[in-house]
């Protein structure tokens, strides 16, 4: 999925290779047919060059695909609509252009027509009677005659000159006394013509105008672009220096959609490669005069067509990363099947990215508040939407992000507390066990139901072995919160659930803010199929996320800015990666798909673990509305018997410090008993420490009655 032109738009097709290997003793007449040479490549067949030729492609690149042609069609339509914006603004300029042009056409008519309309006569009789009356002006009878011959030479043109101002006298009058619509039509009539034979070399009624480009781009500011960046020698390539080098291109400069596209390839003999263009990105960006983010550059492989020295570029005229958001797909959608390619969002082009997940473990990341977790959640969407998929999460932050998975989770760990650690070492271990059962179960099925040794979705189906998603967020505040050896541990588990685990249907799901080698350890992140980053603050933090020198390859998460919410770099192989605008699917939808998600393992019977016992969920299910202070204080206590009051308080304002910033004991206390919670003591014992705090027991015993029934 790397950023290449080469797959859609101008790419050279592979040659058909015909084989002509030379021999050094002449072919013999007529070959054995056991020699095994095809009749192509017989040296005495005279179509063997025709054959040989490249199999070229009839359409042109724009039509070799329906996007493309919906992309170009877009694109003329919104050319076709600025014209009509153009000229629609200048009619009243037209009009009076039109009016002079006019003007100028009756004068010059007027001033052909004149010789006729003064009853001038310039025949060769005439002239030579002029001619001698002027030599003789005292002879009267040749003067006479002159008059005489100018008389019936003219008399019919007086009496047809007189109908005709008549005829026009009496048109004016009745043209005068018409209907707007035709007076509008015979003045069409007349103008246009006088118009047309008023206009000149260099007079144009219309304005040639053109839409702006932001952003212009030819053959000679590439290469003056690479000469800059010291991809080519220096000086300027111009008429009188031929042989200076110069980039060729197969491709463009070309307008394609919003910016220009091109695919060049570096001359041969300056020991320049398709990477060291890739790694000038920024000065390139700054030589053509557009910011970095607006550069997709990438390398043309063999299989397109390709080289070690041949690029594909495109250069957007704007940001193309800005903008309203694009919905995701999975907010209307009722189901999905996981073993598909999740939608995941649109490149820089406005192409469809999607992610298959299956076999894969993934690893989001970047800093603070640039839709990391709303991009997390798009893969866990994905399983929400199939009964067959059972959820392990864990949240460190232990915020609202997460809450809703409490009606789907088997397992939700929320926080990073003391008693949310343990939840979440239990909750490794128990995958741990699930995944060695899962293995042996697969090693005694026969190869005609089990022909890889992997999961199938028959087998899924016929063994009740679903596909567990495991979605970890913020794993930093877990590895700073526990001691070394707890550390140790969770670091092995998980990465023996990331290594071995896709093979038994383990998709994993890590995110982190901080990926250094402290907050996620490198042996973890190494061995991570696919990432992501939103921005970071430097190249070195991007390579962190996304693999060691993928900012060299152009994968630089840094160049993102703060505007670039929900915008990431998206690597799924070592040499594969696209700047992706990830789908938007904010809280409420996210919660909406969770109850979705309930109802579908509900008719499957596939609700299990803690969401099967979660009485909040069950609430939520079917319709009863908790008190808000009792459903926030089970989330807060879901790892917990009992809770200090001040922990208690604490978990609140990190659940929603909005609603609880403010809150203090003697307010929660009573919160809580107007929701119906009635305190058996209201000391409580932990580690040996009494204090104020809270039973979970007394809380569960203020949820209605109809719920614990209908919940069993």
């Not at 859609?8 to 007529?30: E, F, I, M, Q, Y």
């Not at 008023?198 to 690479?226: C, F, I, W, Y």
């Not at 009606?407 to 066990?433: C, F, N, Q, T």
């Not at 309930?598 to 939520?620: E, I, K, M, N, Y």
């Amino acid at each position: 999925m790397t950023e290449t032109l080469a797959d859609t738009v101008g790419t050279r097709p592979p040659l058909t290779l015909v084989k002509n290997t030379p021999t050094p003793d002449p072919a013999p007449a007529d070959p054995p047919a056991e020699s095994g040479v095809e009749a192509v490549d017989r040296a005495d067949n005279p179509l063997a060059d025709w054959l040989s030729v490249p199999d070229a492609p009839v359409l042109p690149a724009w039509a070799r695909s329906a996007a493309s042609i919906k992309a170009n069609a877009a694109a003329f339509g919104r050319l076709t609509w600025w014209h009509t914006q153009y000229h629609g603004f200048r009619v009243p300029k037209y009009l009076v252009k039109t009016v002079l042009l006019a003007a100028r056409g009756f004068f010059r008519a007027t001033v052909g027509l004149w010789p006729t309309l003064s009853a001038q006569d310039h025949t060769a009789t005439v002239k030579a009677l002029r001619a001698q009356v002027k030599a003789k002006p005292e002879d009267v009878d040749l003067a006479t005659r002159l008059q005489m011959a100018h008389f019936e030479r003219t008399r019919t043109r007086r009496w047809r000159f007189g109908a005709a101002a008549a005829g026009v006298a009496a048109a004016a009058v009745g043209i005068a006394l018409a209907d707007p619509m035709l007076q509008a039509g015979i003045a069409g009539a007349v103008v246009t013509p006088l118009a047309y034979l008023g206009r000149g070399k260099e007079t144009h009624l219309l304005d040639h105008g053109a839409p702006p480009l932001r952003v212009d781009m030819s053959a000679q500011q590439l290469n003056d672009a690479l000469r800059a960046a010291g991809l080519l020698k220096s000086g300027r390539a111009t008429e009188d220096e031929k042989d200076a080098p110069r980039v060729s291109c197969s491709m463009g400069p070309v307008r394609d959609g919003r910016g220009w596209a091109v695919i060049f390839d570096l001359p041969r003999g300056g020991g320049k490669t398709a990477s060291d263009v890739l790694a000038k990105r920024e000065v390139i960006a700054q030589e053509l005069g557009v910011d970095e983010i607006q550069v997709i550059m990438s390398r043309v492989r063999a299989a397109k067509g390709g080289n070690a020295g041949r690029v594909s570029m495109w250069v957007a005229d704007d940001d193309p990363y800005l903008g309203k958001p694009n919905p995701s797909p999975f907010a209307t959608a009722e189901r999905f099947s996981i073993w598909d390619p999740i939608p995941f969002g649109q490149d820089a082009r406005g192409n469809r990215i999607e992610v298959p997940v299956m076999w894969q473990s993934m690893f989001f990341g970047g800093l603070p508040r640039r839709g990391k977790t709303f991009t997390q959640r798009l893969m866990t969407a994905a399983g929400l939407l199939d009964a067959y998929v059972r959820h392990y999460v864990a949240d460190g932050k232990g915020g609202a992000d997460w809450m809703p998975m409490r009606a789907v989770a088997h397992r939700l760990v929320m926080g990073a507390e003391d008693d949310a650690i343990e939840a979440l070492k239990a909750m490794l271990a128990e995958l741990l066990v699930e995944m060695e059962r899962r293995f042996a179960i697969l090693r005694e099925l026969p190869t005609s139901i089990c022909p890889e040794g992997k999961l199938t979705p028959e087998i899924v189906q016929r063994y009740n072995l679903p596909v567990i998603f495991v979605t970890i967020d913020e794993l930093q505040e877990y590895f700073t919160a526990m001691e070394r050896e707890d550390r140790e541990q969770v670091i092995n588990d998980l990465c023996r659930i990331a290594r071995r685990g896709p093979a038994a249907g383990f998709v994993s799901n890590f995110a982190s803010q901080r990926p250094d080698a402290d907050s996620v350890p490198t042996k973890l992140r190494e061995i991570i199929t696919l990432r992501y980053s939103t921005q970071v603050v430097d190249r070195a933090s991007s390579d962190m996320v996304l693999g060691k020198g993928k900012a060299a390859q152009g994968a630089d998460a840094s160049v993102l800015s703060e505007d670039h919410v929900g915008t990431g770099v998206l690597v799924t192989g070592p040499a594969s990666y696209v700047t992706v605008r990830a789908d938007y699917l904010d809280g409420t939808g996210f919660a909406l798909l969770c109850q979705k998600g309930r109802t579908l393992r509900q008719a499957a019977g596939q609700l299990t673990g803690d969401a099967a016992g979660d009485v909040t969920a069950a609430a939520d299910a079917s319709g009863v509305k908790l008190a808000p202070i009792l459903s926030d204080a089970l989330e807060v206590m879901r790892h917990s018997p009992r809770m200090f009051t001040t922990d208690l308080l604490s978990g609140l304002v990190n659940l929603d410090e909005d609603v609880y910033g403010d809150f203090n004991a003697e307010r929660l206390a009573a919160e809580l008993e107007a929701a119906g919670v009635k305190r058996t003591s209201k000391q409580v014992k932990i580690s040996g420490t009494n204090a104020a705090g809270y039973q979970r027991r007394d809380i569960e015993a203020a949820v209605p009655a109809e719920i614990l029934l209908a919940h069993g």
